[in-house]
């Protein structure tokens, strides 16, 4: 029972973080796409502090970054420069030697980070894996709660991996860009398979453009539209 729970725990974590990401920080902030209720912002952020460590700053500013060079000179994480294999299997790496860069974090994210929750605690992100991974402890023990939240975050890592290499490398294109749709991998990254159809509409809040692609974020966004705790700004045209 014990491992069941630790598996449940996992996913949902993990997704909850995916879901988070591709939401607000990719939708919300790093984009403009749409305006979320701080009631919904702040357990997004939660999440993300807790079980990733992600510093909002930065996040943006090396997503930024990638969609003013896209798989040129420049693109901090590109398959087609790097290699595949690199990207999947080091995309961490990258990431976080971008976010060392000081110039990345002044040019492309100066509108955000800056308020005094992000200065003093989100802007912390160790303080946030080592509370989440307590929580973790607490909720399961420190054998299965170490290997869950550990797993957890692999697992959302190697997600991320997923969409910036094989998501610049394999897959279909519907628009003229380096970016390739998987729908599979869409399924389990809250939309952001659709990566093809993003880089063509990078405000759009939906990702989805045919009729057979399916961005398990809009539904959620359309959701929190409906109790008015979201509003899409900006929505791709179906063709």
Known sequence: MDFLYAL???VVSAQLSTFATSIYLHRRLTHR?????????????????LATGIV???WVAVHRKHHRY???EGDPHSPVLKGLWRILLGNIYYYVRETRNPETLTNFAPDVGNGWLDRHIFGRGLIGLALGALLFVFL?????????FGTQMVGYIFLNAIINGAGHAIGYRTFDNTATNLRSVALITAGEGLHNNHHAFPTSARFSVGRTEFDPSWPVICLLSWVRLARPLHVAPRP
């Open 8 to 10: 449940g725990l996992v």
């Open 70 to 72: 896209p798989d040129v």
């Open 56 to 58: 909002t700053k930065e």
């Open 33 to 49: 796409a749409l305006y979320l209720h701080p009631l919904v912002e702040f357990p997004m952020r939660l999440q993300l502090w």
């Open 140 to 148: 399961l023990g420190p054998i299965w709660g170490g290997l869950a």
